[in-house]
């Protein structure tokens, strides 16, 4: 199944050719070079995750995740940073990152964590329908 | 060197001077990170390409001169960062030098360019009429003109451009940094920490021209 996935990085020689390995690999890449893009991207798209620098102008990442958390709580967010402090890391986990790597990534880990991205959110979609159904079932009484 | 002098010059400004080399250093090993994942990311890909041709694929070669290019960018960027780096780790070898100032200025501007770029800045040092030399430590001035630059950095809208200039005049030296947006009389309270032991130990002042914007560094 094809993934569909942000990448969201203000290097945008990282971005090109990042997007074309990805897409090598039969995901589906849209790409933002500011916080503010993505944003505005996780908004309107449906994505398995969120690949997100750490640092960016404007607004880091950390609060970038913050509001892509606050919007849609479900979707998997996969830091991925120059460097992070250990601080940042606790913090990220906390604010609800799939993941933190660091920079430069093994593309194999990285496809790794969005697959389990995918796996996770597949599970949400499965449990919420479960749910919805049960809620049918009991208004309806069937 | 006379190490005893030189300490009695660094103890003076207390930990500033670490933290101004902390800050510089992180601030490159982040460039050089993004740098090696540009490069590792193209070598990637020509391992993807060369798999795929293996498997029978052919290999577009403007791809594979696309993938060289950017190697060679990214390995000119990492040498220009590392000559920076180079040249401020070296500010330290002497304390008593006399030094190009334009030369120090751009130096330091380089150096908080990717701090200027978080905040959408741009940082432009314009070259003075004549050469003008400064004499004394290289390392305390960097280290007053990047928290002069940190100050700006704060003061000012993202999408402009802080314009350095210097200027020699009959008591000396002034580097003026204009294009500040928020110069207010209490300035002084929001420049960072330790900036007045820089200012003691350089015999300088550190004055603002709210009209014309600027940030003025008046250096003997």
Redesign the interface.
């Given at each position: 199944m094809t993934e569909k996935i942000l990448l969201i990085d203000d290097?945008e020689?990282?971005l090109a050719?990042?997007s074309?390995?990805m897409k090598?690999r039969n995901m589906e890449v849209s790409t933002a070079s500011s916080a503010k893009e993505g944003l505005e991207k996780a908004d309107s798209g449906n994505y398995d995750a969120v690949i997100l620098d750490l640092?960016?102008?404007?607004m880091d990442g950390i609060e970038t995740l913050k509001r892509l958390k606050e919007k849609n709580p479900d979707l998997e967010v996969i830091l991925l940073t120059?460097?992070a402090t250990i601080k940042q890391g606790v913090e990220a986990m906390k604010l609800g990152a799939l993941d933190l790597l660091?920079?430069?990534?093994d593309?194999n880990s990285l496809t790794d964590k969005i697959h389990a991205a995918q796996a996770k959110k597949m599970l949400i979609v499965e449990k919420k329908n479960e749910e919805m159904i049960k809620k049918i079932m009991a208004t309806k009484g069937w | 060197m006379k190490s005893g002098e030189m300490h009695v010059q660094y103890d003076a400004i207390g930990g500033a001077g670490l933290q101004f080399f902390g800050k510089v250093s992180a601030s490159i090993a982040h460039e050089l990170k993004n740098v090696l994942a540009i490069i590792n990311e193209n070598a990637g890909l020509l391992e993807d390409l060369s798999y795929a041709a293996q498997r029978g694929s052919a290999i577009d070669p403007e791809r594979l001169n696309r993938a060289c290019l950017q190697f060679t960018k990214q390995i000119q960027r990492a040498d220009g960062i590392m000559k920076n780096m180079s040249r401020f780790a070296h500010s330290v070898d002497v304390f008593d030098a006399q030094v190009a100032l334009h030369e120090l200025v751009c130096l330091v501007a380089n150096l908080a360019g990717r701090l200027a770029a978080m905040r959408k800045l741009t940082i432009e040092v314009t070259p003075a009429a004549i050469p003008i030399a400064f004499s004394g430590n290289p390392f305390l001035l960097q280290n007053l003109i990047w928290l002069c630059l940190e100050f700006a950095f704060g003061a000012t809208s993202a999408g402009s451009t802080l314009l350095l200039a210097l200027a020699k005049n009959e008591t000396g030296i002034t580097l003026r940094i204009s294009g500040i947006d928020s110069l207010e009389n209490n300035f002084p309270s929001r420049m960072p920490a330790g900036y007045e032991d820089l200012l003691a130990a350089l015999g300088a002042k550190l004055s603002v021209d709210k009209d014309t914007k600027e940030l003025i560094l008046d250096l003997p």
């Open positions: 290097e020689d990282f050719v990042m074309e390995r090598a640092m960016m102008p404007e120059g460097h660091e920079k430069p990534a593309i | -």
